[in-house]
């Protein structure tokens, strides 16, 4: 006995693969000679039925990868707000980690010779190795190319950088420049002469992004409130000329209150702030 669906699912592939029907026919035939022509105690019927199931199987595989390989990709897109974390599984199984303030775009499937998405923001990739698909992360600064890998990516603003934990990543500029990465090492876009450098990096201090701790050093006040609005989900304004030669170290946890960061500025540079009666905070 078959369900509903699966009777559904069973025309479908008959009418959509002349390999499945002909598989069918097959079916049918050796069914019906089986059942006039087996004696009773003999073994067989089983080993056709066995036979049977398999070019049942095959039909089946047959007709999906020629239903899905010819069906219209959809595109999805996920927006995630400032103050949030979001995780999505691609339909290779490639597992991805999306930070705040981050754009993602993918396929419903992946269909050619490349597995393609886009990103704006930043992400911690975990690819499904495929060493005949290439992964390719398309940003506005640079492509990366993978076959099978960890990696992070972050494109906030004008800035660009990925960091390789495991595997191998080729990076494509616009420029033209190409650089291959090695596990422990990152390359960030210099925004001035618009090339890549490479450097070592440590999983503690870049990755920490996805348990909610964000550490930075030796970043402009500027830089330091763009990430706690990312962080946070709130608004920053700062009211007072801060020079770019004063730099922050230290580190943002999304679990504590944003007062916890605003005091470690208050002492280390005597920053002072308040907040607005839209929520905003107002940095003096």
Not at 75 to 88: E, L, M, R
Not at 135 to 160: M, P
Not at 164 to 179: E, N
Not at 236 to 258: C, F, K, M, W
Request: charged share 20%; proline share 4%; aromatic share 10%.
């Amino acid at each position: 006995m078959t369900s509903r669906r699966e009777n559904a699912f069973i025309k479908r592939m008959l009418k959509e693969s002349a390999e499945a029907r002909r598989i069918l026919s097959e079916i049918e035939e050796a069914s019906t000679d089986a059942q006039w022509t087996a004696p009773p105690r003999k073994r067989f019927p089983l080993f056709i039925a066995a036979g049977a199931a398999l070019l049942i199987i095959a039909g089946a595989g047959y007709f999906l990868y020629s239903y899905y390989g010819r069906a219209p990709v959809q595109w999805n897109t996920i927006k995630v707000a400032s103050g949030q974390h979001q995780s999505v599984e691609l339909a290779d199984s490639t597992l991805v980690q999306l930070n705040a303030a981050t754009t993602f775009r993918y396929p419903s499937h992946f269909a050619g010779n490349y597995r393609e998405v886009y990103l704006d923001g930043e992400a911690f990739f975990n690819v499904a190795a495929s060493p005949k698909r290439p992964f390719i992360v398309h940003t506005t600064r640079a492509d990366i190319k993978v076959l099978g890998t960890r990696f992070n990516v972050r494109t906030y603003d004008s800035s660009f950088s990925a960091a390789l934990v495991s595997g191998a990543v080729m990076i494509i500029t616009p420029g033209g420049q190409v650089v291959k990465l090695q596990p422990g090492y990152m390359a960030s876009l210099n925004t001035s002469s618009q090339q890549l450098l490479i450097a070592s990096f440590s999983s503690d201090t870049l990755l920490t992004w996805k348990n909610g701790i964000h550490r930075f050093e030796k970043k402009t006040l500027k830089e330091v409130c763009s990430m706690a609005e990312r962080v946070y989900g709130i608004r920053i304004l700062v009211e007072r000329n801060a020079p770019d030669t004063l730099h922050y170290s230290g580190v943002i946890d999304r679990r504590q209150p944003i007062e916890t960061l605003m005091e470690d500025l208050a002492c280390s540079a005597g920053e002072d702030y308040y907040f607005d009666r839209e929520g905003r905070l107002h940095i003096k």
